[in-house]
């Protein structure tokens, strides 16, 4: 199966970054290759327990940046970004999951469920194809995963 140019782009970032990542004990939770406003962004999201800081952000970019510069693999100019995960970031890979079992999530659905495409509840289990939340009133739902739009972990102000 081929890759897309940004799937490559995204990949190469993360090989390169596993070293990093490892050396300082932090966790890579996604590399991102997108398009906004006209300008490419490469975005790493890194993480560790008690949260990630500015100089942590910086210590990963200042590396990862030189690293990009020695492999240049990468044919368009860009905006390289560390960051931490953030808040409400969305959950895409099993590991994501894993580590969100038990935690109050939000799902956003394709299409209307039941009249709306709007779920808030716990994240109780998944597999490849499904996701399961207990809500409320501990009824469990199950969403297949092509129906899901976006899941995230939901935060209260």
């Known amino acids: 199966m081929c890759m897309s140019r940004r799937e490559s782009y995204e990949q190469k ?24 406003g ?37 044919e368009d100019a860009y905006i390289l970004e560390v960051s931490s995960p953030g808040l409400g970031r969305p959950l ?23 009249h709306r495409k709007e779920f808030r509840g716990v994240l109780k289990e998944f597999d490849k194809n499904s996701v399961t939340i207990e809500t409320d009133n501990k009824e469990a739902m199950l969403f297949q995963r092509t129906d899901i739009a976006l899941i995230r972990l939901a935060f209260d102000f």
């Open 92 to 114: 895409k890979k099993d590991r994501d999951f894993e580590r969100s079992i038990g935690e109050e999530v939000e799902i956003r659905t394709f299409r209307a469920i039941e």
């Open 38 to 74: 006209g300008s490419w962004y490469l975005r790493a999201y890194i993480d560790k327990p008690g949260g990630i800081t500015i100089d942590d952000c910086e210590l990963i970019s200042r590396a990862l940046s030189d690293l990009l510069d020695e492999h240049d693999f990468i």
């Open 13 to 36: 970032t993360e090989e390169l970054l596993l070293p990093l990542i490892e050396q300082n004990q932090f966790e890579l939770i996604d590399v991102e290759y997108v398009k906004e």
